[in-house]
């Protein structure tokens, strides 16, 4: 009898290993990902080997055709994480690119600085640190980082460039290249001075300009909002990116020599901190706002941002009790984390109501910092189901039934490939570089222990063999070579072949609830004007039970459905300016958009002045529909300074801005925004932002960024300037609007 007892345990054994291969790793009402197969409803991908899987969808399947054996590879007992990892590696050595370097996608020529950045930063700058490189230069153009094209003709509209900078950091981070760093450095600090001269907003503390990625403004701004006003908007992501580059500009500096500059660049990352956690934070949501925007007057948007939420942890700008709550209290979705929440209601899925898996790939590693293994778990699902059962990588799916939205995606898409080949980096192995080498903080979820080991990873001169044992959100010990080390880190000196073993803890400090819902629509905008002199009145939302009334960005009345009386509210007699905006709020407390703002002021306070009074008018003849005698030109030659002499009648605070034309290009595409420096009194008081309206369109007149002055009584001169700062992102250097009028409000 004795004797048969090995063979006894062996078949229980294989019956254990079968049982296990059969226990879902995720299992959602939508979807369920298994060890080797994916089933969502009708439709299933299967773990064929670890080099192919097939797909029911349109019988689609991958095959390998050949290893790439100078990149990491990733073997798992979860063999879904073993093929899809072969497959993004497979797909990544396949994008063609110009001058060796990576193109956004092979439907695709060029490259995007967000989005060469965003995948570097995710993996590719320790997978291949040299290609890597080759593309984020590309992306510079006289010494600065390039802007990409985008809302308005992109930069100051959209100022997130700065992700080249910690995608560039990363890449020394892996390489230790010196030559490198110096190299960047240079380039850092001048992108960074000519931003702070421009977007920088001191009563706040933040920058200015556009959400990161999310560029497509009608479905990430109110309907109401043109690129003027995106322009003054104080986005989470983007101050995020700018806290990330200035900490790393201070380590460049002081890597470099420059003990001076790098001080002043750790305050200023210290003031962009404070300033997100001060004025972005709601401490009733337990999240982060999306944005502050508005007019005159700034409101925090209701919405939370995905990626700027993830960056908020990346990047310690939430500290440890604030990520907890982030990552257990933000609105999932059973296909994944969409890029905002809640939804904005009747607007095709790009952004809105969309998983891009990239983005999915920061939560997870915000999910891995935070230890939450359910996230992790849940992230990881999310990721690996779309490219199993469309048997390839997409750019972004629904999150309404994860479908990948076809008219906006591509085949083999960089940032998505980038996100798979993170899982290994950044959860499984826990990969965190660091100057002077590589700690090791995986997070492993209990159902997904076991053989976890991930191989041939290249740092700096030394390639490394790494094996994750067990489960947990610590690593217990960590053996490098067979022995035992303090603690879990590889030094960067080492060169040559290494084995590492992590050891984890088997146990979870936290174990909060993360569960996905079905996704969530706010009321649409409120769409508002007024009703005689004193009144603003509304069109009733649908599915709101109340409204919101503010002034100046502040709640000054909450009233009910009006139904058959209407909605309207009457302004109390008051002196000055005061902006009025309504907010629709739904039976469960979900917030639509702030309204249009309404200013409201005696026009007794308001004066405007032709241009043409301080300089010739343009004979331009597509130029038509000025308020005057005419419009001035302002290019990167004509009328570089302009002196406007104002008669103020009665000292105090200002509104100004000019009614301009730009027909560069379209209001959603381009590089050829208008910018200029507005002087007082030998002082630069702020940049003037002109975004184009229209291609070819020089009869769209609309109103500028504004700027708030102090004014005293009498004959005052403010000067339009352009300096070296308003230099643009056109390489051929168009800079040009029309200017029919400078207007004057009086704020009090």
């Not at 003709?153 to 900078?165: F, I, K, S």
């Not at 939420?309 to 059973?334: E, H, K, M, N, W």
């Not at 022995?483 to 979870?508: C, D, I, W, Y």
């Amino acid at each position: 009898m004795f004797r048969k007892l090995p063979v006894i345990l062996f078949f229980v054994m294989v019956f254990a290993g079968a049982m296990a291969q059969d226990a879902p790793l995720y299992e959602s009402e939508v979807f369920t990902l298994y060890p080797r197969k994916v089933v969502e409803g009708k439709n299933h991908a299967d773990i064929v080997a670890d080099n192919a899987l097939t797909s029911t969808i349109g019988q689609r399947k991958w095959i390998q055709r050949s290893p790439a054996n100078n990149y990491p590879s990733l073997s798992s007992d979860m063999g879904v994480s073993t093929t899809i990892h072969n497959m993004a590696i497979e797909e990544l050595s396949n994008i063609p690119g110009h001058d060796s370097t990576w193109c956004i996608s092979t439907d695709k020529d060029g490259i995007g600085t967000r989005d060469i950045a965003y995948a570097t930063t995710l993996s590719l700058a320790s997978i291949d640190p040299a290609t890597a490189q080759r593309s984020l230069m590309k992306r510079v153009r006289q010494g600065q980082i390039v802007q990409d094209a985008g809302t308005g003709g992109a930069w100051p509209v959209g100022t997130d460039r700065t992700v080249w900078v910690t995608a560039a950091w990363e890449v020394y981070l892996a390489t230790g290249d010196r030559q490198w760093l110096k190299r960047c450095y240079e380039i850092v600090r001048h992108s960074l001075s000519q931003d702070e001269d421009m977007i920088f907003d001191p009563e706040t503390g933040l920058v200015r300009g556009e959400t990161s990625l999310a560029d497509c403004r009608k479905e990430v701004y109110p309907y109401w909002m043109q690129p003027a006003d995106i322009s003054q908007s104080e986005c989470l992501s983007t101050n995020a990116l700018f806290f990330r580059a200035y900490e790393i500009a201070a380590r460049m500096a002081k890597l470099c020599g420059d003990a001076t500059s790098a001080t002043q660049y750790q305050q200023r990352a210290n003031r962009i901190k404070e300033a997100i956690n001060a004025r972005l934070w709601i401490e009733s949501k337990g999240c982060y706002s999306q944005y502050l925007y508005g007019r005159t007057s700034l409101v925090a948007s209701s919405r939370s941002d995905a990626l700027g939420q993830a960056l908020c942890i990346i990047f310690g700008i939430a500290d440890p009790v604030r990520a907890r709550r982030i990552v257990t209290t933000s609105y999932a979705s059973p296909y994944g984390v969409p890029c905002f929440s809640p939804q904005i209601p009747n607007i095709y899925s790009y952004h809105n109501s969309a998983v891009w898996p990239y983005i999915q790939a920061y939560w997870l590693w915000a999910a891995t910092v935070a230890g939450n293994p359910q996230a992790v778990t849940h992230s990881m699902a999310s990721i690996y189901r779309p490219v199993a059962l469309n048997a390839s990588h997409t750019d972004l799916f629904s999150a309404t039934d994860g479908e990948p939205i076809a008219a906006a995606n591509s085949s083999s898409p960089l940032l998505s490939i980038a996100a798979t080949l993170s899982i290994a980096q950044r959860t499984i192995a826990g990969i965190a570089l660091e100057e002077d080498g590589i700690a090791f903080h995986p997070v492993i979820p209990r159902i997904w222990s076991g053989k976890n080991q991930v191989n041939n990873f290249r740092y700096r001169k030394a390639i490394l063999d790494i094996s994750v044992q067990g489960f947990g959100d610590q690593v217990r010990a960590c053996y490098i070579d067979g022995k035992k080390q303090n603690k879990a880190f590889l030094p960067a000196s080492l060169t040559g072949r290494h084995s590492v073993r992590l050891v984890m803890n088997g146990e979870f400090a936290y174990n909060d609830l993360s569960k996905p819902q079905p996704l969530t629509f706010s009321p649409e905008t409120p769409r508002v004007w007024f009703d005689g002199a004193n009144r603003i009145a509304w069109q009733q939302v649908h599915g709101s039970k109340e409204y919101k009334i503010l002034r100046n960005g502040n709640t000054v009345a909450i009233q009910p459905e009006g139904f058959i009386n209407g909605n309207h509210f009457d302004i109390p007699d008051e002196e000055g300016y005061a902006d009025y905006q309504v907010v629709a709020v739904s039976e469960d407390g979900t917030e639509s958009f702030a309204s249009q703002p309404l200013a409201h002021y005696d026009l007794a306070n308001m004066q405007q002045y032709d241009m043409t009074r301080f300089a010739p008018a343009t004979s331009f003849a597509a130029c038509k529909g000025y308020s005057g005698n005419g419009a001035v030109e302002i290019t990167t030659s004509d009328n570089t300074r302009i002196d406007i002499t104002l008669d103020i009648p009665t000292e105090g605070d200002y509104l100004i801005d000019f009614r301009y034309a730009n027909g560069s290009g379209s209001p959603v595409r381009g590089d050829m925004c208008a910018t200029r420096m507005l002087w007082h009194n030998n002082k630069c008081m702020g940049s003037i932002v002109f975004p184009q309206r229209g291609k070819d369109i020089w009869n769209d007149w609309g109103y500028s960024t504004p700027i708030r002055l102090h004014l005293e009584k009498g004959a005052q001169t403010i000067v339009l300037i352009y300096e070296l700062a308003n230099e643009n992102m056109n390489a051929q250097g168009v800079n040009r609007a029309m200017l029919d009028h400078v207007r004057l409000i009086r704020l009090q």
